[in-house]
């Protein structure tokens, strides 16, 4: 497919459509223009977040659109084996009745729903409530508890609410220092580097936290690069040198923290000395760490990945939390602390159903008076509302298990790829009696289904999304969808209906689902009851809280104070507990996993574009060039990575930054290739969260071709 891709401004002859890009959560705003075979597109300079730039990716991102591969017709899986083309009545008709099959066999909890942070918040919402009332089944989470969990918990419990970034981006650029820890934004989200640039350019210092010196490390101007999983010592050691040298901000913890005290008690314990052995990072840089930080006018604290994808993600988040607590930052402007959020919705996709333990508006299921708030908008009896169900990866190891979920219902994730231990989660796939998966290609989960549906892409519906920073944005329509590829709300609302539920789902159009969402989440959290389209469209994007049509949106959370039972922003004690696994002598490594420029995610749309493909093709490992040459290994050998649950090819890459004994390896290749295979699925006690980026592992050199 042609695409033209043109920076300059385009008049209004042009017919263009200013919508968002369908990849990360910065969501920047772009043009599209001409047709699905011949696009045009640019950066949408008018909209605040990106200001008219986009990465690689999003200028490549209309591509899919009328790609050779898309799905344009169900597929229904043969006697034979085969996965062939069947008509929308049949496909409708057959996952009816496997629904109805399985739950009258084994029970309502028997069939389940994985969602995902890339749907839209409409589709989230009617997502959540089809589970529970047109499947009346508490089993449904989504892969966002792979990405934004344990921050999300950690906010929770700190602050009383969970907002990836409580204040506007703008923020960023007006912070003295930024500390950044586990987040590499110049490959995941490069967009996001030009406030980090107007920072620096006014004198900022930023500060990065990771065991690789990758591309956003080497742009600032101090680098901790801490040994893997030891983020809690590193920020309590922090906090134990701003107690020690009298660098804490006393009158804000007084009258605006609580529980200072068994926080103190706890950073006593982790005395420089005792954090160098821990961490790697040398006495002399924390301690100048921690002094640029408390004598700093206004500091901004950011986590991302790889400090949360561990299982003891909820802690290392809560200590760099502390950290923020005694320098008094939070809800102060130029300063705070915040979480990069990495899917496209994953902040509105956390907010409005479809997490195990959520309904609308960021309330507990479990809560009695949310549960009647939500049975009263649904007109339902709260009796009728199933409770909490599994974390995301527990839902997927009871799959085909006695008791467990036997029909699966997955709407926009490729599990196969980007579970953890995923090689077991394929097997569990493959042991379900149905699995259904909605997509727009034929993934490495959808290859596994029972019957796969069509839907549209991001550039073919309409809806809203909720970006990193709290600000629910329009995605407009820009192209009607192929013949014979429904919407993701059309879907839902017709199984409804031939369940016999279809009096709940009485949705024409995203804008009918955005009403009931508004009146779902009046007086929640996530309070988006003064929200609508025009709105957005005014404003160019609307900050929650927003309780009524007059209220403005909220850039900037907790200026005033917390929303919890005291008014206070609270302490927490967070030792020190080490990950899963610590390399021993059969696997004497650290494997850590992420994202690179090139590709997004499970891999399942990029890998299908001709350029970013051709920037890489095929995962690498990086390696440290001391550990290469213990192994034997040379750059562009073919290596063998094992851990003790699967083993992987991989092509070495020399890089002299990461430490000697950590190796990389991204994420987003599917099958043999899938790192992920690999990783261990130890979860975080309270947020469930499996360990990502640590476990242990072993290389050696293969053979190439030809020797």
Request: a neutral charge.
């Amino acid at each position: 497919m042609a695409l033209q891709q043109r920076q300059e401004e385009k008049n209004s002859s042009t017919n263009s459509v200013a919508t968002h890009c369908p990849y990360c959560a910065f969501q920047c705003g772009m043009l599209l223009g001409g047709s699905p075979q011949q696009i045009w597109i640019e950066g949408d300079r008018s909209f605040p977040v990106n200001r008219g730039g986009l990465c690689l990716k999003g200028w490549t991102s209309p591509q899919t659109l009328a790609h050779a591969e898309r799905l344009q017709t169900p597929l229904k899986r043969q006697p034979d084996g085969r996965l062939l083309p069947v008509s929308w009545e049949e496909a409708l008709d057959s996952i009816v009745q496997h629904i109805q099959a399985t739950q009258q066999r084994y029970g309502r909890e028997a069939v389940g729903v994985f969602g995902s942070g890339a749907l839209t918040n409409e589709e989230a919402y009617v997502l959540g409530k089809f589970a529970r009332l047109a499947l009346n089944t508490s089993q449904i989470d989504y892969n966002g508890r792979f990405c934004m969990s344990s921050a999300a918990e950690a906010m929770n419990r700190a602050f009383g609410l969970d907002r990836g970034l409580p204040f506007p981006l703008e923020d960023l650029a007006q912070a003295e220092v930024i500390l950044l820890a586990g987040s590499n934004i110049a490959e995941t989200m490069p967009p996001l580097m030009q406030y980090l640039d107007r920072q620096q350019r006014a004198g900022g210092l930023l500060i990065t936290v990771d065991p690789r010196h990758s591309v956003t490390a080497r742009s600032g101007q101090r680098h901790l690069q801490l040994t893997p999983g030891s983020d809690a010592v590193l920020a309590n050691g922090l906090l134990h040198i701003l107690i020690r040298d009298g660098l804490l901000d006393g009158e804000y913890i007084a009258q605006r923290t609580s529980h200072f005290e068994a926080a103190r008690a706890m950073a006593a314990a982790y005395w420089p000395e005792r954090v160098e052995r821990l961490t790697g990072v040398p006495e002399r840089e924390l301690i100048e760490v921690a002094h640029l930080l408390g004598q700093a006018r206004s500091v901004i604290i950011l986590t991302g990945r790889g400090v949360e994808q561990q299982r003891q993600g909820v802690t290392n988040v809560l200590a760099y939390i502390n950290v923020a607590l005694a320098l008094g930052l939070v809800g102060k402007p130029g300063s705070g602390f915040g979480s990069l959020t990495g899917q496209g919705n994953g902040q509105g996709g956390r907010e409005h159903g479809q997490k195990a333990n959520q309904l609308p508006g960021y309330r507990r299921i479990d809560d009695p008076a949310a549960r009647a708030a939500i049975a009263r908008v649904w007109g339902v009896d709260e009796r009728e509302l199933p409770g909490p169900g599994r974390s995301a990866y527990e839902l997927l190891a009871s799959l085909g298990t006695p008791g467990g979920v036997r029909c699966l219902f997955v709407m926009g994730s490729n599990l196969a790829v980007s579970a953890p231990n995923a090689l077991h989660i394929e097997e569990r796939l493959a042991a379900l009696d149905c699995l259904i998966v909605c997509d727009f290609f034929l993934s490495e989960t959808a290859r596994l289904a029972t019957i796969v549906l069509p839907v549209t892409q991001w550039a073919e519906e309409e809806g809203t999304l909720t970006n990193l920073e709290g600000r629910v944005i329009h995605r407009r329509r820009v192209f009607q969808p192929p013949a014979g590829v429904w919407d993701e709300i059309t879907l839902l609302c017709e199984l409804a209906r031939r369940l016999g539920k279809g009096q709940y789902f009485p949705f024409s159009n995203a804008r009918d689902v955005f009403e009931e969402l508004r009146r779902a989440s009046a007086g929640g959290l996530a309070d988006y009851a003064g929200i609508t389209y025009e709105k957005i469209d005014a404003q160019q994007g609307v900050f929650w809280p927003c309780p009524t049509p007059e209220h403005p949106g909220t850039p900037r959370l907790f200026a005033d104070g917390f929303p919890t039972a005291d008014g206070r922003a609270r302490f927490h004690v967070t030792h020190y507990q080490g990950p899963g696994e610590e390399p021993d002598r059969d696997y004497p490594l650290y494997l850590s996993t992420g994202r690179i420029l090139a590709h997004y995610q499970s891999g399942s749309q990029t890998r299908r574009i001709s350029q970013l493909q051709a920037l890489c093709p095929e995962p690498l490992i990086e390696i440290h060039p001391t550990t290469a040459r213990e192994h034997g290994l040379s750059e562009g050998d073919l290596a063998l990575l094992s851990t003790r649950r699967a083993s992987m090819q991989g092509r070495i890459r020399i890089n002299e930054t990461i430490r000697e004994d950590t190796l990389f390896v991204p994420f987003h290749w599917g099958d043999a290739q899938a790192v992920n295979r690999l990783t261990n699925p130890v979860l975080d006690p309270t947020s469930r969260m499996p360990e990502f980026k640590i476990c242990a592992a072993r290389i050696e050199r293969l053979a190439n071709p030809g020797e």
